[in-house]
């Protein structure tokens, strides 16, 4: 029927059966009475055809009246209406009660979510969001009802000011391989401590039929294992040694392995140093990771970065002495080095490496505080592995030691300091760099850094920002040269160094493009290929089984691998888009329940602030689990540095008792509560200073309430968390945030209505 015959009818009465509500900027809005279908409600009509696009029948409708009480107009408050038997008769839901729609007086639909539904028990609980509710008066709304074939509309997300049910959003990750550490934020970064500063960790060996994968695993000590390629599995991990820096410093990821292959197929393993001696450690038989034997300690408590380059029988250990740049040389395969080198006179150099041939190419940075003029300055050297002597690009050689502005400018960051990330060469003779234009020298680099491509065409550097950036201005991505493609792997790092792990693509080393997300979230800084016996990377076009190593989710903390036969794996996580914290310590189950069974862990809102209102959670503890409610919340990480800086309540089962806290650090009130591991409601209500902590079971029993005043938090987030977890896990079911006046509006529900 088009809208302006419904229209014409509805005004002049000629078909009782139609009611003209309104007509909209979105459209007409209709509800008519057929003698048989039942009700239409028409949500949307054309305003060109005149047709609706979007309708509903049902067979019944009921007025509902909501009077508000406390003498101020409330707008898009949330109404509770509650059935029951006493008032509803359950059997008219013909389709187990999702046939369900709210329209204002005019016919506009109302957002609504259902609590409850239970039409054996007949109980049901539903929220409606209404847009206005004058002071001390009345307003009206209907509720439609009865069709067999209607889908629930129920909308939990439009109907609250911050709402979520954890029905989650599908997240990729990476594959989890061989358990790890993670790092102490007291000494450098939050994050997994498989992979630490070393760039040699993976060797393909082809006649062998292997991959050799070393990396930092439980204790912190080196471990080892190897990919069978014909069989496409792994081997369990041996562990290598002790790593001495895990004795002096707990925590550390500098202490991580790298290893060469000697002619003879024996296995070389350095780790340590960074404050601890650097060991040495040899497979006891060729191509065989069982079994291990020390050898001399290869560096002292000075010693760090041990990065080895192996040339056949000749391996080259390149190191930092203190703050000084050196390498020892072996001619039989690293069983012995001689002495010590220095190569470059300027102290607080870094460096990345690449070889292509007979030539290792540096691209280094100056950190030193004496040479903050070089700060933003690239530069490079070539070692020739003929001659064992360094080079400028037109040939020069470097007297050695030389200084760091004796080598070539490679670029000037227009910021104030600047971290080369990777270092890579191709066959035609260009050299390609990445770069972190760094906006100071702070360690922990957690500060903006904007990525830069940079390479040498065989006449000139040539430098371009790339468009990507990251908040955590460090780490080492690498580009992967196959045939005419460059592949660069880089994580799109918030500041604490994670974020979704991406594949871009390049045909001049220069522009890159995203050619696919590989994981959404849980990878950590740094990632690592795969490297040829001589040091060169593997070609992926070669070989792309494996195509780099990763650290992975720190609250479950393991080496990660990628490739062709690790591919990423899909899993419904929690919606980043909401939530911020300790997300990675959050699950949701086959059931869509967020859970969490790790002690001092939170999540809080990402965006969402509260000043007045009432946050509620739906609540399940596992016997020896404590969790708690917040709001008016900092953004703090980790919880335990939340302090008082939030308002909550708290809960512990079995120990029986809830508490009312400031934060987790001051406690208003506690008290002895009788609990179980059935579902409660934990609540925060908010009115200026006054705050009312409350915790009950679904059916509103055995309650626990508390009140105070307090005026040091005014606005913040809300947030959930764990306590002591000592065996178990917290549950979330739900959490919502809706407005609140004193006394809150009556609901009167009129008599039901049939078609």
Known sequence: MHWLVAKFLAERRRNRNLAFLARTSVGDMLAYKLFKGGWVVCMTVSPVTGLCVRKATFRYRRRVTITELSGNDLTDYQVRIDLDATNFDFSHFLNGGEDLAFTDVEGNPLPYWVEKMDIAAEEATIWVKVPSIPANSSVDIWMYYGNPKLTSASDGEATFDFFDDFKGITRTNLQKIYPCECESETYSYDKPAALGPQMVMAIYVPEQNKVYIAYQGVGFDPHIFYYDITNKTISSPVKIGDNPLAE???????????????????????????????????????????????????????????????????????????????????????????????????????????????KIHWFMYCTDSGYTSEWPNIRYCYFDLDTDTFHKMDGTELAVPFAFEDCDLVFTSPTPAVEVSWAAADDAGNLYCIAIARQTRDTPAKEHGDIYAIKWNGSEWVAQDTGLDVELSTGMFPLLISSNKIYFYFIQMDSSGSGPFCEYISTDGLNFTLNKIIADRLTWFPVLPIYKQNTEIIDPAEFSDIITLNNVDYNDAHLGLWGDEFPPVSQISIDDTKWNGETASFSISEGRVLQCSTSAKWIYSKTYDITDGIVEAKVRLDTGARGSLHARGDRIVPYTDLGGASYDINYRYPNGDVNARKGNSYVFNNAAYSHDTDWHIARLILNGSNITFEYEKLDGTNKYSYSTTDTSLSSGCVGLA??????????????????????????????????
């Open 248 to 358: 002096v410093r707990w925590g550390d990821g500098h202490g991580a392995p790298s290893i060469w292959i000697d002619p003879d197929g024996y296995i070389h393993a350095v780790y340590g140093g960074h404050g601890a001696v650097i060991k040495h450690s040899k497979s006891t038989n060729p191509w065989d990771i069982s079994s291990w034997q020390y050898l001399d300690d290869i560096g002292d408590s000075d010693d760090a970065y041990p990065w080895p380059i192996a040339d056949g029988s000749n391996v080259y250990f390149f190191f930092r002495d203190g703050d000084y740049r050196k390498y020892k040389k072996s001619t039989d395969g690293g069983n012995t080095f001689g002495s010590p080198i220095q190569w470059c006179s300027t102290p607080g150099v870094y460096y990345r490496f690449a070889r292509k041939g007979n």
């Open 722 to 755: 764990t306590d002591n977890i000592d065996s178990g896990a917290v549950y979330y079911d739900w959490v919502r945030v809706r407005k609140y006046t004193e006394p809150e509006p009556s609901v009167i529900l009129g008599e039901e209505e049939t078609a």
